[in-house]
């Protein structure tokens, strides 16, 4: 199970720091991700990483603002969102997956339920 947690309501300009719980024994063998939806458009690639948290990769719209982080000793991903953006306001899901997975969301076996994000203008 993943559980996601970390949004809220943010200014233009603002960060958040998304945390996602993962259950389970082989988490440190899982590529991990973060998708988003924003209100009435499709589920999107934010960020993901692999299983020892030495590579990472980013969607061009949020290079460079945000970091994605694991701790495999908790079972945890963190996605540190800064110079927060209106156009960043969505559901933000983080996902597992086995292999390696990127930016593909068919790849990814277990998704949390999603934190919603605001940021106003």
């Known amino acids: 199970q993943l559980q996601a947690s970390g949004g809220g309501l943010v200014q233009a300009g603002g960060s958040l720091r998304l945390s996602c719980a993962v259950s389970g024994r082989t988490f440190s063998t899982y590529d991990m991700g973060w998708f988003r939806q924003p209100p009435g458009k499709e589920r999107e690639f934010v960020s993901s990483t692999i299983w020892s948290g030495s590579n990472t990769y980013y969607a061009d719209s949020v290079k460079g603002r945000f970091t994605i982080s694991r701790d495999n000793a908790k079972n945890m991903v963190y996605l540190q969102m800064n110079s927060l953006k209106p156009e960043d306001t969505a559901i933000y899901y983080c996902?597992?997956?086995?292999?390696?997975?990127?930016?593909?969301?068919?790849?990814?076996?277990?998704w949390g339920q999603g934190t919603l994000v605001t940021v106003s203008s």
């Open positions: 996902a597992s997956a086995r292999g390696w997975a990127g930016g593909d969301p068919r790849r990814y076996t277990y």
